[in-house]
């Protein structure tokens, strides 16, 4: 099924917020819907993380 996803970011210096949806279709003529939410961890010093 067709998906896609969504970055929501907000809050201030020092203490920004991100979260991720995910999209979809659930059946034949749906419209999309959240499939799923979360959090997502944001450095409190605004660092970069990388990960392999």
Do not use: C, H
């Not at 099924?1 to 970011?9: G, V």
């Not at 203490?15 to 944001?42: E, F, I, K």
């Amino acid at each position: 099924a067709a998906q896609y996803n969504m970055f929501e970011i907000g809050g201030e210096r020092g203490n920004w917020r991100l979260r991720l949806t995910r999209r979809g279709l659930t059946g034949p003529a749906m419209p999309p819907s959240d499939l799923q939410s979360m959090d997502l961890d944001v450095p409190a010093d605004g660092r970069q993380l990388v990960r392999s």
